[in-house]
């Protein structure tokens, strides 16, 4: 089994910048991705970012591509997003998955973004 814990939510203005992180723990050796999801009020999940456990490649959706960072520590098991120029339509809960490539088998809680004046 996988645990994961996001951190790093909060409140910033449009255009602002954050840093959410996951910190994965457990059996995290069957894991072959790690990926960040978010859900935005009354709307469904969006995939927003993958990372190859083994460092090989980094995937965004493109509604974030030139704007969020994802990166993947697969030594210390944890996973980074770096949000810049974000618009209130990034306005959603964040969590953390972990799985096969294109699984999300694991979940964390979630963290909150908000953007707003």
């Known amino acids: 089994e996988v645990q994961l814990a996001e951190s790093g939510g909060g409140l910033v203005q449009p255009g602002g910048s954050l840093r959410l992180s996951c910190a994965a723990s457990?059996?995290?050796?069957?894991?072959?991705?790690m990926s960040w999801v978010r859900q935005a009020p009354v709307k469904g999940l969006e995939w927003v970012a993958l990372?190859?456990?083994?460092?090989?490649?980094?995937w965004y959706a493109d509604s974030v591509k030139g704007r969020f960072t994802a990166s993947i520590d697969s030594a210390k098991s944890t996973l980074s997003l770096g949000l810049n120029s974000l618009t209130t339509e990034d306005t959603a809960i964040y969590y953390c998955?972990?799985?096969?490539?294109?699984?999300?088998?694991?979940w964390g809680q979630g963290t909150l973004v908000t953007v707003s004046s």
């Open positions: 998955t972990s799985g096969g490539i294109w699984t999300f088998d694991h």
């Open positions: 457990g059996d995290t050796s069957s894991s072959a991705a």
């Open positions: 990372c190859n456990s083994a460092g090989e490649g980094t």
